[in-house]
């Protein structure tokens, strides 16, 4: 036996770690949607944002009301503070928490501590006038908070086989939530998508680009003039913007890479997916993207990630055991 | 106590009291036993402001550590810090001498006992204990009949408690050989005082307790199945029974500590009588299980149905002998509170010597006229469920109401087998920083004692202290809270 000790790890324990962060990244996601949405609501009329809204709701896997009419107030609350919505920010932080507790002895204090000072911030606030006026410090805190959190994490815990199950719950995550608000945004497609757009529509794809934390990043690349197919290509295939659909992927696949690597489970399932698709995104042209329609692509890249989740767990978190003993 | 005796104090002493109980520090008001005068002369000299500021120091780092408990009958997550006391309470090395020798005993006879009702039951069959009272114990478990275990050790891990009588002899009030918790305050206390104290510990010279976690780990590999060893070095995780245990905190610590797996039922599975547990990497072979749960919930298949902590098939594999439990299953007929009353005959019996330690009287209830004694003087006793343990399901006399009193009457009518009596006990006393000033509370001691390849005891153990004001309850869940224990070298 060679001198460095075999470390295990259970699955539950991977299991917790991963959903841990996949929740954290579904609360910070939700987050700057609504912020976003509340700084463009300022600017538009009340109609345009109604359209937005259930855009939001759909993206956020909520059911829209029966008679399809909704109020700011509402969205906020159902999206934020609502405890009944498993996707709220709420449920999100508190099942975020719940599940790095129960697997304390394996993360940081620093980690741990953390995530409770959000916890007991998102825990403590109740939804009401005055608190909606000024809502949008409480989602700017839920975004800090976050990024606190994988900072603290990458500064304090050793990048073993834990902290590569902390990366892919994030960025599993990622990738379908950005693929679900590109999915949304194009479901509608523009007319002429390589052309500049104007006034009420340019909010709109304004207000995407920020979603994913990208409008900065998207006019260093390409300037301040929005065309509909620049956005999709580098929300969907820029290599070096951590909000885009691609980076994400290969975050997916780098993360399985090292589990794979760790736990000597090279040649199995999880990798291979995540290679497809990678490659997918990778040999992907723009043009092609949107000849073929958008929403089929990211409704295909939707569901090869599903795939690779579901993988995921069958290999690392809940396999049979007549499989395992075989092996 | 006469006003005048109270002048002979100074702050922080200027209120304590005195009243029949043995005090651990004063020999007599204002005259500090010869171990305890360097702690006097310390806090005489310390502005109270700076140990109210440690207190306070020390509660913190406890919250931020989360050294906390669960308190159930109340709603899930109720956490709350352990309190720690600052003051150490101070053990002389020839009286630990003499706690040691006696635990060491006992720990002895207890297994001995185990391994004889288990097989032969000679010690039945001789009447130096009643048959129907060992088959009539709830924790009595016919399974383990005629099983082997490794080195014949059921119980490796024991906390008894102790008390000081007002002679100032210790005697045993209880011995708890299921899975005793605890041990985690007795480390965390330690850490606390040596950053409060640091100069008065170096120069009392106090036995270290740090390497608790070292000396349970060895135990339990001593403990790993003979067909383990050769095969790896054997494998040791801790089963908890999950979050809202009330002794999470000290599953995890001690897992941590240990640098082993801190297991879920659900972790585990059995397959063709083998234990393994679910791995990202696979299955991993699992040969020594420290279990945190109790019997009953251990083995669906085998004990309590409905119990999800467990893990299906465990007796099975415990019963081929490839996994070990510690501690073993049925230790709990040895820490029934009837069976207690035995334990002097018992060492006897085993050891053909008479017991170190001394056992606190106990009325069994099963004899009618004990117990017509007991029923005639209930209010000057402490009634307890044999079973029971954590101060549940006790009615202490002297404290109790008439209805009370009413209502276990009609359970000792009931069931006489299930309770006995003891005289109400005047613990000791020791100084504790309350409010301010030292005031005088009820104290009792926790030694754990291992038992591997020999027997292990880490010098002290948690002292328990009743911080109510009169209690006598120590409880963790009934308002007690802890102290460190310094037992000096020489």
Known sequence: MSGQRETTMLSRVADSLYWMSRYLERAEHTARLIDVDFQLRLDQSPEAGAGRWLRLLEASQVAPPLDGKIDAATLTHILTLDRGNPSSIISCVVAARENLRQVREQCSSEMWEQLNRLYLQVNSTTSSEAWLLHSYIFFRAVQEGAHLFHGVTDSTMSHGEGWHYIQLGRFVERTDALARLIGAHFKRLPQSPDQSVENEEYLEWVGLLKSCAAFEAYCKTYTAELRPLRVAEFLLLNPGFPHSVRFSVDMVHAALRAIGELTERKAEQPLRLAGRLRATLSFSQIDEIMASGPNAYVDSIRWQCAQAHTAIHQVYFDYSVESALVA | ?490
């Open chain 2, 1 to 490: 106590m006469p006003e005048s005796v109270h002048t002979l104090f100074r702050p922080p002493f200027r209120n304590y009291q005195f009243d029949g109980a043995y005090d651990e520090m004063f020999e007599a008001p204002g005259v500090p036993r010869p171990h305890y005068q360097a702690l006097f002369q310390t806090l005489l000299e310390l502005p109270p402001e700076e140990l109210r500021k440690s207190q306070q120091a020390a509660d913190l780092s406890f919250l931020h550590q989360g050294i906390t408990f669960t308190v159930y009958g109340n709603d899930e997550g109720t956490e709350r810090v352990f309190p720690n006391d600052l003051l150490p309470r101070i053990i002389p090395n020839n009286e630990w001498r003499k706690i040691e020798n006696g635990l060491t005993q006992r720990i002895a006879a207890l297994n001995l006992f185990l391994e004889d009702i288990y097989h032969q039951g000679r010690i039945l069959a001789d009447g130096i204990v009643p048959r129907e009272l060992v088959y009539s114990c709830r924790h009595f478990r016919r399974e383990m009949r005629g099983l082997t275990v490794p080195r014949g050790i059921y119980v490796s891990i024991c906390g008894t408690d102790l008390v000081r009588l007002p002679d100032g002899s210790f005697a045993v009030l209880e011995d708890n050989l299921r899975v005793p918790s605890g041990v985690s305050y007795m480390l965390a206390n330690r850490k606390v005082l040596k950053k409060v104290f640091p100069t008065l510990f170096r120069d009392y010279g106090v036995s270290p307790v740090d390497h608790y976690a070292q000396a349970l780990l060895a135990t339990l590999r001593a403990l790993s199945p003979p067909n383990a060893t050769g095969r790896h070095e054997p494998k040791v995780v801790l089963l908890t029974p999950g979050v809202f245990n009330s002794a999470y905190f000290e599953h995890t610590f001690l897992a941590q500590q240990m640098g082993i797996e801190l297991v879920e039922g659900r972790d585990l599975l059995v397959h063709e009588n083998v234990v393994y547990m679910r791995t990202t990497a696979g299955l991993r072979r699992v040969d020594v299980i420290y279990r945190r749960v109790d019997d009953d919930f251990i083995d669906p298949l085998c004990f309590r149905r409905d119990s999800t902590l467990g893990v299906p098939g465990l007796f099975n594999a415990y019963r081929a002998g490839n996994v070990m439990l510690a501690n073993a299953i049925g230790t709990g007929i040895a820490d029934d509170k009837a069976v207690y009353a035995y334990v002097p005959a018992i060492i006897r019996y085993y050891l053909g010597e008479d017991p170190i330690l001394a056992n606190v009287q106990t009325y069994l209830l099963t004899d009618r006229s004990q117990r017509n004694y007991v029923l005639e003087h209930l209010d000057e006793l402490v009634v307890k469920a044999v079973g029971e343990s954590g101060g549940y399901g006790m009615l202490i006399g002297p404290h109790s109401t008439a209805e009370q009193r009413e209502e276990f009457r009609q359970r000792i009518m009931d069931e006489p087998r299930n309770y006995i009596a003891q005289p109400t006990l005047s613990l000791s006393r020791a100084p504790c920083f309350l409010d301010g000033e030292a005031q005088a509370r009820h104290v009792d001691l926790r030694p754990y004692i291992l038992y591997g390849e020999n027997v292990t005891l880490v010098p002290g153990g948690l002292t328990r202290v009743a911080l109510r004001r009169g209690s006598l309850v120590v409880n963790s869940s009934q308002g007690g809270g802890s102290k460190d224990t310094w037992v000096l070298r020489a």
